[in-house]
């Protein structure tokens, strides 16, 4: 099938041509056709009856090997001469892989998968991932050269069908030794001599230059003459490349890809080998005990020069507060000196190891060393990340939330521990088991649970210890939240969800778990700038219920559970965004969504809440659990003022006035407040904000 318009003159032509009823490339009895040998042979113009193909042994095929295609419209009107079908104009790339449909005139094999689309790698499966039937996954896990017979595509599969047995591929010569060698189906036929080579090191691999020809396969040799030193077992075509200045893997290369590059200088009190000598900090480099760095405003001697905080301007003070995280029933601040601080429920060890009973008023988290500069309390485990791009994780370990590849199984929980393979953290974001994190370039991490598909990897079952990259978001990513089950991101000014999506808090029409991200069709922009996600656990027939929403042009759009008036439907759960109702001049910069409530801070420093507000978490609306429009939080009757962060929890919120006052307000029954108070009764719900003191 070619994609082009045929002027209305040709197509004209061509209907008038042949009976009506006659297939467009049938070429009737015509014994004296010529045989196709490409696709191209068959293509008769048209669009709307799909796309033929060249396959003279297919049954079905006409005289000259042609077979016919599928009509790519189904059950939709098809355009001939736009070469599309007629509602291409709103779902031609409905799975979002940024490749519009082949019924669109487009060069997506499958518009309803998004790993499938010209370009996408092949791998080794049954699924045709690049949309060319002609391509192949590599495997060779016995390197004889031929691709392993579970790599296929379509009807099309490798010819190696044992990849552990090198004496056994297509094109090999069948061989005394009652094996089907040439997988052909038979065994021993046309039997012949063959090449072998010594094998001394008994790796599998011979040397070219000690062979012998037998057609019965003699002990201590090998059908590979490809060993570049045959007698270490760790020096194959299969080896392992080492920085040792060693060919293990025999490709005529040393070190290659695994050796870092170090540039000696003077040796310095930094933990790192400055002079390349394997040797770090040797000598009395270090006879201080202090490690110089360049001065910060935090309280510290960096320079080593037994002076704090000199020559440089402290806009930042100890007391500032740097960042604040409110999870399901703790919380957690970094304060000016970069030390993390947490409280409420430790039950996990999400506060600070070890796990044990709630914490009621701010706890210095032990075992943290460094400036962090951000901190995100999910369920029952908490991250940070440190001013270098490191993120470390403590509390619950059972579905790999701590991302450190430890095994959940024997490590259930665990103290701060540094998340494996990231460097460059520029955001967190906690949910109940799982965290992400954006990157300085773009791209976004996850790792944790997956029963919903939470990771982004296109499946759903197996949990991740170590964070994997979320499809289909690339390297745009400017802003990112996730809570229970499901995360949305902000690319290119238009929103992204995935994950659980019982009650549509992925916001794309269903309510079918998403494995990949999905885009928000009615917030197409680029207009999105921010957005939230929450939820809660309620133990019910669905147990877990979710609400998302995002910043558009400063409105303030939600979707998902209608619990309380969470979304703002006023009725059922709603699958898409709707537009909050928002007062006159309402410009929302920042949105937190919690259990059963949500808060949106404007440019002008004031905080609107809208949910929930039976234990205060509000701010002691006029109304409570109503889908109303947004009110600002007005404790005292006039509205809170200099608000710069708000942070929504479980059932609680906090906020930080101008930069060193923290405030919070709501639920109390795990001391997820901060201020001291009571945990249990009617006492423990407190709708007017305390103040919450970051004391080591």
């Not at 291409?88 to 094999?109: K, L, P």
């Not at 429920?345 to 706890?363: E, H």
């Not at 499946?459 to 964070?467: A, H, I, K, Q, R």
Request: glycine letters at 14%; a negative charge; charged letters at 25%.
């Amino acid at each position: 099938m070619t994609h082009r318009a045929l002027t209305l003159l040709a197509l004209a032509a061509l209907l008038a041509c042949g009976d009506d009823d006659a297939d467009p490339i049938d070429a009737g009895g015509d014994t004296g056709s010529t045989v196709c040998v490409d696709d191209g042979a068959c293509d008769d113009g048209l669009f709307c009856n799909g796309a033929e193909t060249c396959a003279p042994d297919a049954a079905g095929a006409d005289a000259r090997g042609c077979m016919p295609g599928d009509a790519p419209c189904a059950m939709s009107a098809c355009d001939e001469a736009a070469d599309r079908c007629d509602d291409c104009g709103i779902t031609a790339d409905v799975d979002g892989d940024g490749f519009d449909a082949i019924a669109c005139g487009g060069e997506d094999c499958d518009d309803d998968d998004p790993d499938r689309f010209p370009g996408n790698p092949e791998r080794c499966d049954d699924v045709d991932q690049d949309c060319d039937p002609n391509t192949l996954g590599f495997l060779d896990a016995d390197r004889d050269g031929s691709v392993s017979a579970s790599c296929c595509n379509g009807e099309r599969c490798g010819g190696d069908c044992d990849d552990d047995d090198v004496a056994r591929r297509i094109g090999q010569l069948e061989l005394c030794d009652e094996v089907d060698n040439d997988c052909d189906g038979s065994v021993d036929e046309d039997t012949a001599t063959a090449s072998w080579y010594e094998d001394r090191d008994g790796d599998g691999f011979g040397v070219a230059t000690a062979s012998l020809a037998s057609c019965v396969p003699p002990a201590g040799y090998s059908l590979l003459g490809t060993d570049c030193d045959d007698g270490d077992t760790s020096i194959s075509p299969v080896g392992v490349e080492r920085c040792d200045e060693v060919d293990q893997d025999c490709d005529g290369s040393v070190d290659e890809g695994v050796c870092a590059t170090c540039t000696p200088r003077a040796e310095d009190c930094d933990g790192v080998d400055d002079d390349c000598d394997d040797v770090i900090d040797e000598g009395d480099v270090c006879a201080t005990g202090c490690v110089p760095a360049a001065e910060r405003c935090n309280g510290r001697d960096d320079d080593c020069d037994d002076a704090v905080d000199e020559g440089v301007e402290c806009a930042i003070s100890p007391e500032t507060i740097v960042d604040v995280s409110a999870g399901l029933k703790h919380t957690c601040a970094i304060d000016g000196m970069g030390r993390v601080f947490c409280w409420g429920a430790n039950a996990s060890g999400q506060v600070s190891p070890p796990a044990g009973a709630d914490v009621l008023v701010p706890r210095l988290v032990s075992g943290l060393e460094g400036v962090f500069v951000e901190v995100a309390a999910g369920g029952f485990s908490t991250c940070a990340r440190r001013v270098d791009g490191r993120v470390f994780c403590w509390g619950e370990n059972e579905h790999g939330e701590i991302g450190a590849g430890a095994d959940p199984e024997t490590m259930p929980q665990l103290p701060p521990t540094q998340v494996v393979g990231i460097t460059n953290a520029v955001q967190l974001a906690g949910g109940y088991w799982n965290h992400c994190a954006r990157l300085a370039d773009g791209s976004v991490r996850c790792w944790g649970q997956n029963e919903s598909g939470e990771l982004g990897q296109g499946t759903d079952g197996d949990l991740s210890s170590t964070p994997l990259q979320v499809m289909r978001l690339g390297e745009r990513v400017t802003d990112l939240s996730f809570f229970i089950g499901a995360g949305c991101a902000v690319r290119d000014g238009n929103a992204l969800c995935w994950g659980y999506n019982v009650e549509g808090m992925v916001g794309n029409g269903t309510t079918n778990n998403q494995l990949v991200p999905s885009t928000l069709v009615e917030l197409e922009g680029p207009r999105v700038s921010a957005v939230g996600v929450g939820g809660a656990d309620d133990g019910g027939a669905i147990r877990y219920y979710g609400t998302s929403c995002a910043i558009a042009d400063g409105t303030v759009w939600c979707w998902g559970s209608e619990r309380d008036g969470a979304a703002g439907s006023g009725t059922a759960p709603t699958t898409e965004p709707i537009l909050r109702p928002q007062d006159t001049g309402f410009a929302a910069v920042e949105i937190e969504v919690g259990g059963r409530h949500a808060c949106a801070r404007t440019a002008a420093g004031r905080v609107h809440c809208w949910g929930r507000d039976t234990n205060g978490q509000t701010g002691c609306l006029p109304f409570r659990n109503a889908p109303g429009a947004p009110v600002p939080l007005a404790p005292e009757g006039e509205p809170l003022e200099d608000v710069t962060l708000v942070a929504a929890g479980g059932f609680h919120t906090c906020v930080r006035l101008g930069t060193t006052e923290l405030r919070c307000f709501g639920w109390n029954d795990a001391g997820q407040r901060g201020d001291g108070g009571p945990t249990d009764g009617l006492g423990s719900e407190e709708c007017r904000p305390v103040r919450v003191e970051l004391i080591p």
